[in-house]
């Protein structure tokens, strides 16, 4: 459902991407892993439109979504959902004014409403009873679950995760790919995530790509990826600190 | 030398491309400020931010500085036997240049900083990518309102302190120095003309626009975590007196 095809963007004089070349799949749950700091935040900010690229194409349903204009970008926006790397929550607003925000802002559904299919929202993600807290009151794992909430309100056909367990303890880690499982599982939405918690890749993805400098250096699936030679890529699986990649 | 004039040139580059990039803004805030939907509870809030919250402050510089200025141009009017004039100086100095320039510097001091840290914030932390993500324009929704609120509030709080000001004047020239309070009012009466005062609000609206023009654009431009918003409050502060000095003498020099 989203081409990407030699997608290239330097800040001053440093490569982020280098030629990205990657395929994703609707309805499926694709994982993008990579070293920190290898650019994965700035690939996906690409693929929604925050950051334009110096050159490459990023096909929608085979429409060029990189050369749109303002407003035509804008209606493309509300197909997308996004869980931020921080959850991003709006510190000024409460819980459920955050997951609402969307509806609020797009839809001419009363308050009444709204605050039904948030809590309904909040409840698929384990949250209960807290949506008048405020964002400072979460702690890191509420936040990204009140995040995914926020993320998926509008049903979006794709939801795009940055680092969703980065952060959090193994058992909350695990609980996020559950709730990412079910979540997709539901509407069949098309999942992007992006991170370096393998054990999460293993657990919820259909395809893995990884991102090292500036290119996919490997992808497939599950399956294919353990079983690939590369020796960058087994490096970064079994977190070694002998081999290509060097710590810096 | 050669240093120097290197880095000469480098600031003054630097300061036209903010000027160019904050010049855009101001484009896109004059355009979306007159598309709807217009979300006038945002705007309110951001009234009652910048009005009510800088209303102590400029209360407290608007009288002191009156008291001040009564007690000073005696000194010089008393030479002339002029005392009777007081009056007439605090109220033309107050309305077409202190009022406006003080309550200027007191709200970027009170208003600007704190816009510039709620945006820094918002931006470092990605709140305002994820308006974006959302179809909201973050220009549109964070931006127009405060500009808008700066507009609006500045003249109010001017008047403000135009008011408090000749009141703390009277008060010194009155009590303190002894001068006629019938005479003390009819001088200020005399000479004081509606120009001036009118004069002074539109010297405040500029203020108000330059000034969260300024914060919003450093609060937008924020990078690199908590310092990273620590230096765009400073320099929003930085911006936004420069500007208001800068501005109140072309100002100065085109409407008088
Ligand atoms: N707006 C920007 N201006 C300049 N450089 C940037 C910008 N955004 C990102 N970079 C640079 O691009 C590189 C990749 O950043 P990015 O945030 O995409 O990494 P990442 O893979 O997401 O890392 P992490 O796992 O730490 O989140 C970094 O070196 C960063 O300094
Ligand atoms: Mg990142």
């Known amino acids: 459902m989203i081409k990407i095809r030699d997608l290239k963007k330097s800040f001053k004089t440093k490569i982020v991407l280098d030629g990205v070349n990657l395929d994703i799949e609707k309805g499926k749950i694709t994982v993008i892993i ?4 290898e650019g994965k935040s700035v690939f996906i900010k690409h693929i929604i439109g925050l950051i334009k690229p110096d050159s490459g194409h990023i096909y929608l349903d085979d429409k060029d979504i990189v050369s749109l204009s303002e407003s035509e970008h804008s209606s493309i926006l509300k197909r997308f959902g996004m869980l931020f790397q921080g959850a991003a929550l709006f510190d000024s607003m ?13 839809t001419g559904l009363s308050s009444k409403d709204i605050l039904t299919t948030v809590k309904e929202k909040l409840r698929r993600v384990g949250l209960v009873g807290i949506e008048d807290l405020m964002p400072a009151e979460l702690s890191g794992g509420m936040k990204k679950r009140v995040g995914l909430a926020r993320a998926i309100i509008m049903d979006p056909e794709v939801v795009i995760f940055d680092e969703p367990t980065t952060g959090l303890d193994p058992v909350m880690s695990a609980n996020i790919g559950e709730l990412m499982l079910d979540t997709q599982k539901a509407l069949k939405t098309t999942y992007i995530a992006i991170t370096h918690d393998i054990a999460l890749t293993f657990r919820v993805a259909d395809y893995v790509a990884m991102l090292h400098e500036g290119r996919i250096i490997a992808e497939g699936t599950v399956e294919e990826i353990k079983n690939n030679p590369n020796p960058i890529l087994q490096q970064f699986l079994t977190g070694s600190t002998k081999g290509p990649l060097q710590v810096t | 030398m050669k240093d120097f004039l ?3 040139g480098k600031k003054v580059e630097d300061a036209l491309l903010t000027a160019g990039r904050i010049g855009i803004i101001f484009g896109q805030v004059c355009h979306l400020a007159f598309t709807p939907p217009f979300k006038l509870r945002n705007i309110f809030r951001q009234m009652e931010f910048v009005g009510v919250n800088s209303l102590f402050i400029v209360l407290l510089t608007g009288s002191f500085t009156g008291m001040v200025l009564a007690m000073q141009s005696y000194i010089a009017l008393n030479k002339f036997g002029a005392e009777s004039l007081v009056g007439t100086t605090v109220a033309l100095s107050m309305t077409r240049e202190l009022g406006p320039v003080l309550t200027g510097l007191m ?3 009170r208003a600007g900083s704190a816009m510039a840290t709620e945006l820094g914030t918002m931006r470092v932390s990605e709140q305002i990518d994820a308006l974006y993500t959302m179809a909201i324009n973050p220009v549109k929704y964070l931006i127009v309102p405060r500009v808008i609120a700066g507009v609006l509030m500045l003249p109010i709080l001017v008047i403000v302190a135009d008011l408090v000001g000749i009141a703390g004047g009277y008060l010194i020239g009155v009590n303190m120095l002894d001068i006629n ?4 009012m009819a001088r200020t009466e005399e000479y004081l003309q509606m120009s001036d005062i009118f004069n002074g609000l539109i010297k405040a609206a500029v203020f108000g626009l330059l000034i969260s023009l300024s914060a919003c654009y450093q609060g937008f431009n924020a990078k690199g975590g908590a310092e990273g918003v620590g230096k765009c409050t400073t320099q929003a ?4 007196s420069v500007m208001v000095l800068i501005s109140d003498f072309l100002l100065t020099t085109f409407m008088f």
Do not use: I
Request: hydrophobic fraction near 35%; charge should be negative.
């Open chain 1, 94 to 106: 409460t819980v459920a004014e955050n997951v609402g925000f969307p509806l609020r802002e797009h």
């Open chain 1, 34 to 37: 990579g070293r920190s700091g």
């Open chain 2, 107 to 109: 709200v970027t001091g």
């Open chain 2, 237 to 240: 502060v930085v911006m936004g």
């Open chain 2, 181 to 184: 309070s019938g005479v003390y």
């Open chain 2, 6 to 8: 290197e880095s000469l």
